[in-house]
Nanobody, 126 residues
């Protein structure tokens, strides 16, 4: 079992930055690809970014590419999402997730998610 806890959400104005953190405990962190997903009100949960076990493979959704950066520190069992130039449409609950699948498999098969966090709210005002 892996316990995943997000933090760092909040209310900001458009154009601002936020950094989300996600700490995972319970199993060997470096055995898992890690990712961030989000769900806006009335919409389905969507992929934001994923990073491979060693950090060498990273994928972003087109909507955040160039503005968001995912990174991980395996020594701290932590994955980060640096969000810059935030837009009102980035408003959502952001979820951290872990998977034993490769990043490419995980993107193709979201059901390969093994663990989810509880989520952290990000609200961007215009």
């Amino acid at each position: 079992q892996v316990h995943v806890v997000e933090s760092g959400g909040g209310l900001v104005q458009a154009g601002a930055s936020l950094r989300l953190s996600c700490v995972a405990s319970g199993r060997t962190f470096s055995n898992y690809a890690m990712g961030w997903f989000r769900q806006a009100p009335g919409k389905e949960r969507e992929f934001v970014a994923v990073i491979s076990r060693g950090g060498g493979n990273i994928y972003y959704s087109d909507s955040v590419k160039g503005r968001f950066t995912i990174s991980r520190d395996n020594a701290k069992n932590t994955v980060y999402l640096q969000m810059n130039s935030l837009k009102p449409e980035d408003t959502a609950v952001y979820y951290c997730a872990a998977s034993t699948a490769t990043t490419s498999t995980w993107l193709a098969l979201p059901s390969k998610t093994d663990y989810w966090g509880q989520g952290t709210q990000v609200t961007v005002s215009s």
